[in-house]
């Protein structure tokens, strides 16, 4: 699918080893071509402000924010709307020069699972309008919206303001049912008409990966003309090596000699936390001895359909015998969650999707390596036995079987990790914006001739 990509994929694959997506072109030459002011971002569902690896917050907030920063940093005001999930927060919150977030009363405060949202839609786009209708036409030049919520406000929003829509999906129905986790519950038919609709709305579409240009093409019949791979990015000033893997598991208080396999994440069945725990399971079970050098903290809250069983993974822990060797821990901040990375000796992601795996981005950066499901962007995360190690399928035999290779080689952690950070050096978020800034202006080129031929 090389004729479908932006030219971020070439400035990236020019920088870095052809292992990655051939660059590929899509956008217009940009040159001239006036860039956006002010854009508005939508985030219906998950406020920039929350803290992620809890409820429905993770690595879409982290992007939202992230991006919002650099692209104030490349004179592009960014205003985010989100829905108020708490009584009394102010209207308006300035995180940063250039990028505001307006909170927008839709719904009660609290207790709103995702899958009522669509029924607040409405109120939602109501209080959008609102906030456009104080200002002076023309004040938002783009409507990027995150995830298809979003996206509905988003194309009403763009239609009304005559402005064009760049939309992200961030996950998509289609994809994740085709790879259900056990126990999980499909996404409804609502989500996938939804999707097919923006789709078709869109001015331009951001996909994480190549693959999931692909995807949008292949399941949303998406025009190959309007898709854009941009990478997402990772703060490579907080995600560091920092003063080192002896350090950093001293303030966690934390064993120097312990194998450390990490889960870090939203704790639902799509991230699949229980392969790790069955996978040290049988480790254990082929090699009792190895109980007194193991220890799995899993980082992070109930999610999704994670919510119905809340201590579910504890249960399961105390079922399979290793209840002592798992550490539980609610969500950190950044820096915190920084540190988590750094003391582990490998970071586990068995997950049965990921759009792109940011995590597996920042624990790399802080010189950790990533035992993780080739699904999704994953392959575009880890660079397989180099800075990390990718597994086909969810079986934890095989889990456990790579797992071991950290266990018997106490320098392969160190020797990934070197490869891990200089690999993540290639992601930072200035790339994203600047590939970001670039779709950005090439919709609104495509727009402003599209309206006056038109009105020709």
Known sequence: MSQYVSRLGGR???????RLDAPRRLLPAVGHHRKPRRVAMLSVHTSPLHQPGTGDAGGMNVYIVELAKRLAAINIEVEIFTRATTGGLPPVVEITPGVLVRHIDAGPYEGLAKEELPAQLCAFTHGVMQAWAGHRPGYYDLVHSHYWLSGHVGWLAAERWGVPLVHAMHTMAKVKNAALAEGDS??????????TQIVAAADRLIANTAEEADELVRHYEADPGKVAVVHPGVNLQRFTVGDGRAAARARLGLPQDA???????????LKAPDILLRAVAELVDQDPTLRGRLLVPVV?????S?????????????RLGIADLVRFHPPVGQDQLADWFRAASVLVM????????LVAIEAQATGTPVLAAAVGGLPVAVNDGVTGILVPGHD?????RQLRRFVDDPTLTDRMGREAARHAQFFGWDTAAAGTADVYTAAMHDHRRHVRSHHG
Request: hydrophobic share 40%.
């Open 186 to 195: 499909p996404e409804p038919a609502a989500r996938v008409i939804g999707e």
């Open 259 to 269: 194998v450390i396999p990490l889960f870090a994440g939203r704790i639902q069945p």
């Open 300 to 304: 992070g809250g109930p999610s999704g």
């Open 350 to 357: 068995p997950s049965y999707n990921e759009s792109f795996g």
């Open 12 to 18: 990236i694959a020019a920088a870095r080893s052809t």
């Open 396 to 400: 934890p035999v095989d889990y456990a």
């Open 306 to 318: 994670g919510l119905a069983k809340p201590e579910g993974l504890q249960k399961l822990a105390a």
